[in-house]
């Protein structure tokens, strides 16, 4: 493939062009986990629109908005606004500390008007965007050497810190992993790599000596013996797997499920809505499920790579590696295959915060596709 | 600088090989995220079935109703009534459980105590279980309650049964009473119900001894319940088994003259059947009324029942033991009869005092009139209860002859009755001495129980079983319970006493010329009415031993000493004399006076309950009772034995 300057129609794309490029295809398996997610949040408020499912068709239709709004902007205007998102979004994290209030533990939302919002999600899209754009510029050999790795690593790490003192370890975790797939992605030597993982392996014990909360600790605990304890913190874990597992093959039945139904589901309409599809639907509802989620990875995936520009790249796979990640470690947790940690399963968990951010970067997903012919110089910053 | 170079191309290979990666890396994440579904769901899915299952439904005890006790003719004496109770749900009681019982107590009285116990019985149960907060309410307490329901959060009015007993203290020790579960009963039971609040278990009496027939098995509602132990619905009941229904031999009718009759004192008094062993009366004064325990002791009301001396908690008839004094005589001349040494011709000479050995024994006649009977033959000393005669007679029978005699009319070992907590008295023998006391037996000792005193006790029960033996010349035992839940409680069939007729005829005519010949210790209280006449025996029970200084001064009066040192008077009896039906032991602790009350009240029960025959009316108890028809036997023997009346005054 010869490199040469993008072809100047590719730069005037029109407005009905670019609606014609939306992956429709995207949209409608989108669709359809959303209305499985409502579906569910009907289920498991006793088949009832109230409280959750209703205001649930509210957040995914104004989410539908907003990806397809996002969509249709130029790849070159994100890039512009990478910084500025990220430094927004950075503002927010940093004024959650001072104004938030506290919901489960922890301070990590900001009320505006009818909406609560978490700036830890803001700040994962903000980060991919940001991210990619400094990353667009540097190419194999930059991204190994020590100035701009710090410049990386300081962009991680700033937000990283600010959200595990609010302490909410599982998107520290998630940002953390975005971060560090995209300077992976970028190609960052193997020679930083492999000494950082051994470091991760060895500052773990540490970790558990001085840096988690107890609670944090708590749920480790709980999670390696939650025998010890079924009635009181080892509950969620116990509660959970009989969920999944009383399911079956076929599933009890929409609006069957007991465990949910008796609220021994915890949290049951937020981070462990997936129990209550394993409950509903069983193993094949359950399997379906991941299947379309797969599938949106896969068609993510593909777009990073077929887009022609480094910051699309990137910005595709952070977008989509994100959405992975959510998935793994919910799924995970409430599995019982690792700790609890506050993270929801996307697209199916109540929530406005997390169902506009993922829904607003599948927007950004999409702009990458529709903009996958668009070449931007290394040195560029965007068209703004 | 050319837009794109190399570099670019570099970075886009590395680009698309680490996505490469990294896509392969998120497949084996969602191969692991599916394979763990399968094992949840499809390896273990039948487990976690059943732990879902045992999540939704729960079961709820359901208190089946208790049995009734009735009497022999369907009169119940323990039933079910209608029980106004408040309840608190302590998860319902939002500003907490001592402040909801506090303004409960603003409404009804609730002690310092009470509170206490309801607190402690919502430590032991879960948070939404209602636990009873006063029971028995009257009907104004319970509308007040409810009037001031708004104002009682976590507060419930609920109709239950609770246990009542119609007759109060009159049957108090037949029945017993019920109570609250104690931790040690539910120790030593595993039944389900133990832990119900609220829940009430037999304490004393049938109610004890029958408790788990009479408590009937636990029934079951199953419900579907949410993790916070909430009934969300019903899925199914089971009622239970409710507690099986008692028939006892007791006639309420009789029952209540017996009571009547004893009073206040501290006495006992017991009716049996002389052919098949059924107790008619059963009366142990003073007693208490049972329906105190189940409302709930006061502990002024615990205290006072405790410290009496009268002993209201204890059940004289089997469980109280005395000296049976004279009473005891009618086994000694059987003994003697039965030995071959009391022949028809056997006389002793009383004169009024006896020397063993260099002990000096007075007859009761020379203490109070300071003469002897006289000549007196076996019959004639049980008429005059002369402790001459027996002392001699006993010397020359020896201790391990009357043992035997005294062993075949019951004494010295429980009767088995259906009630708990029977004493089994003492009936002496030298091997009994040598065993317990490491002593030989004296001759003194035999001359004590001679005139039964001394080592040998025995429980108003057993006197009575003693004095239908004699009266029956059959083996019968006392019993109580009829029938438990439609069956009959097995019991051996009645055999004849191994004893010679001639020695029963003899021992009968001489308790029937007690009463009814002129000069008869019991003469005066005699039954006139034709057919209806009673034998027996009188007896003293010394409580002490006097000395001889007290005996010269005279000071055995039992008018001039303290009540507890007071002789116990009693009484044992039969009637009618031919052919006899009914036998009766009467007591009064410290009651022995010129007047005779006990023998007084026996002759009034007796003749009302001949008069009555509750053994001839028809019962109502729901199975026939083979064992009290009569075996051909009886009435054969009976007739050849019975001695005739003795006309009054002859």
New interface residues.
């Given amino acids: 493939?010869s490199?040469?300057?993008y072809a100047a129609d590719k730069r005037t794309l029109s407005f009905a062009d670019k609606l014609l490029e939306v992956n429709w295809g995207l949209v409608l398996l989108i669709c359809m986990i959303g209305l499985a997610g409502i579906a569910m949040l009907y289920s498991v408020a006793n088949a009832h629109f109230q409280p959750w499912a209703l205001r649930q068709i509210g957040h995914f239709t104004l989410g539908l908005i907003v990806m397809l709004a996002a969509s249709v902007i130029d790849i070159r205007v994100w890039m512009s606004l990478a910084y500025p998102a990220y430094g927004f979004a950075l503002l927010l994290l940093v004024a959650v500390d001072v104004v938030g209030h506290v919901g489960l533990g922890a301070q990590r939302w900001i009320s505006l008007g009818p909406l609560d919002l978490q700036p830890s999600e803001l700040m994962k899209i903000g980060l991919v965007l940001a991210l990619s754009r400094f990353l667009h510029g540097k190419?194999?050999?930059e991204v190994s050497k020590p100035v701009p790795l710090a410049i990386g690593l300081a962009m991680i790490g700033i937000p990283a810190i600010f959200v595990v003192l609010q302490p909410n370890l599982g998107t520290t975790l998630i940002i953390l992993a975005d971060g560090c797939?995209l300077l992976?992605?970028?190609?960052l030597s193997w020679w930083w790599i492999a000494p950082t993982l051994g470091a991760v392996a060895a500052a773990v014990p540490l970790a558990w000596r001085f840096v988690l909360h107890d609670y944090q600790k708590a749920r480790v605990e709980t999670f390696i013996h939650p025998e010890h304890d079924a009635l009181g913190k080892g509950w969620n874990i116990t509660?959970a797997?009989?969920?999944?597992?009383?399911?079956?093959?076929a599933g009890k039945g929409f609006t069957q499920g007991?465990?949910s139904r008796?609220?021994?589901l915890p949290e049951k309409q937020t981070d462990f809505i997936w129990t209550s599809v394993?409950e509903e639907f069983?193993?094949v509802g359950?399997?379906a499920l991941?299947v379309l989620?797969?599938v949106v990875?896969?068609y993510g995936?593909q777009t990073?790579?077929s887009a022609r520009s480094?910051f699309g790249?990137?910005l595709a796979?952070g977008i989509i590696?994100n959405f992975?990640f959510y998935?793994?470690i919910n799924?995970?947790m409430v599995?019982?295959?690792i700790p609890v940690v506050g993270i929801p399963m996307p697209l199916l968990s109540y929530g406005g915060s997390a169902m506009l951010t993922v829904m607003f970067g599948f927007g950004l997903l999409m702009s990458v596709h529709i903009h996958r012919q668009v070449?931007i110089?290394?040195?560029s910053g965007g068209i703004i | 600088?050319?837009?794109?170079?190399k570099?670019?191309?570099?970075?886009?290979d590395?680009?698309?090989r680490?996505?490469v990666g990294?896509?392969a890396g998120?497949?084996a994440?969602?191969a692991?995220?599916?394979g763990?579904?399968?094992q949840?769901?499809?390896r273990?899915?039948?487990?976690?079935?059943v732990?879902?299952?045992d999540?939704?439904v729960s079961e709820r005890l359901i208190a089946p109703p208790r049995g009734r006790i009735m009497d022999r003719f369907g009169v119940e004496l323990a039933n079910s009534r209608r029980n106004y109770r408040v309840l608190l749900v302590s998860e319902q009681a939002t500003e907490g459980v001592a402040r909801a019982l506090d303004t409960i107590g603003k409404v009804i009285v609730l002690s310092d105590q009470q509170k206490r116990k309801i607190q402690h019985d919502i430590a032991m149960n879960k948070k939404f279980v209602p636990v009873p907060v006063a029971e028995n309410l009257t009907w104004d307490e319970f509308s007040r309650v409810n009037l001031h329901l708004p104002y009682l959060p976590g507060v419930q009015c609920d109709l239950g049964e609770t246990r009542d007993y119609p007759f109060g203290k009159e049957l108090v020790h037949i029945l017993g009473y019920v109570a609250s579960v104690s931790p040690q009963d539910i120790e030593h039971d595993d039944d389900p119900l133990m832990s119900l609040p609220g829940m009430r278990i037999g304490k004393r009496g049938i109610e004890k001894k029958f408790d788990k027939k009479i408590r009937g098995s636990a029934g079951a509602s199953r419900v579907?319940?949410?993790?916070?132990g909430r009934i969300?619905r019903a899925l199914g009941k089971d009622a239970g088994e409710p507690g099986e229904e008692i028939y006892l031999t007791i006639d309420r009718e009789v029952q209540a003259l017996a009571d009547q009759k004893l009073g206040d004192e501290s006495a006992a008094m017991v009716v049996m059947d002389v052919n098949n062993g059924d107790i008619i009366a059963l009366s142990s004064t003073p007693g208490f009324d049972p329906n105190w325990f189940n409302v709930g002791l006061t502990n002024s009301q615990w205290h006072d029942l405790t410290i009496s001396d009268h002993k209201p908690l204890l059940n004289k008839v089997t469980s109280g033991i005395y000296p049976p004094g004279s009473t005891f005589k009618p086994a000694v001349a059987l003994a003697a009869i039965e030995a071959g040494i009391a022949t028809p011709d056997y006389r002793v000479t009383c004169n009024g005092r006896i020397t063993v050995g260099n002990h000096t024994f007075n007859c009761w006649a020379w203490t109070t009139y300071h003469h002897g009977h006289g000549s007196l033959d076996v019959e004639g000393a049980i008429k005059n209860s002369c402790d001459v005669f027996f002392y001699e007679t006993a010397r020359r029978v020896g201790i391990d002859r009357i043992h035997q005699a005294a062993r075949k009319l019951g004494l010295g070992a429980p009767t088995g009755i259906e009630l708990p907590g029977e004493h089994s008295g003492l009936m002496p023998s030298s091997e009994w001495k040598q065993k317990t006391y490491k002593q030989a037996w004296q001759q003194g000792d035999t001359l004590s129980v001679a005139i039964g005193q001394g080592y040998v006790t025995a429980t108003p029960l057993q006197l009575v079983q003693q004095t239908a033996r004699l009266a029956s010349g059959k083996a019968v035992s006392p019993r109580i319970v009829h029938s438990v839940g439609g069956k009959l409680i097995p019991r051996p069939d009645v055999t004849k006493l191994d004893v010679s007729d001639e020695a029963l005829t003899r021992v009968r005519s001489g308790m029937n010329r007690v009463m009814n010949e002129g000069g008869g210790t019991a003469f005066n209280w005699r039954i006139t009415e034709p057919g209806f006449e009673m034998a027996g025996k009188t007896g003293t029970a010394q409580v002490r031993a006097y000395s001889q200084e007290e005996h010269a001064r005279g000071i055995t009066k039992n008018s001039a000493m303290d009540w507890k040192l007071r002789d116990h008077a009693l009484f044992i009896g039969y009637a009618p004399v031919i052919d006899p039906k009914y036998a009766i032991v009467s007591i009064i602790e410290h009651g022995a006076v010129q007047a005779h009350p006990h023998v007084a009240m026996a002759r009034d029960v007796m003749l009302m309950c001949q008069q009555r025959d509750p053994s001839r009316m028809p019962a109502a108890w729901p199975v026939t009772n083979s064992a009290s028809a009569a075996p051909p036997w009886v009435q054969g023997a009976a007739q050849t034995i019975s001695p005739q009346p003795v006309k009054a005054g002859g």
């Fill in positions: 493939m490199l040469r300057p190419s194999v050999e797939s992976f992605l970028a190609g509660q797997k009989i969920a999944i597992g009383s399911g079956g093959v007991t465990q008796l609220n021994f394993c069983g193993f359950a399997l991941l989620f797969a990875i896969f995936v990073a790579m480094q790249r990137l796979m590696l992975f998935i793994m799924g995970l599995m019982g295959l070449e110089p290394r040195h | 600088m050319p837009l794109f170079d570099k670019d191309k570099s970075r886009y590395t680009f698309t680490r996505s990294m896509g998120m497949t994440v969602f692991l995220l599916a763990r579904l399968y949840l769901q499809i273990d899915g039948d487990q976690y079935m732990e879902a299952e999540n939704r579907e319940v949410n993790a916070y969300i």
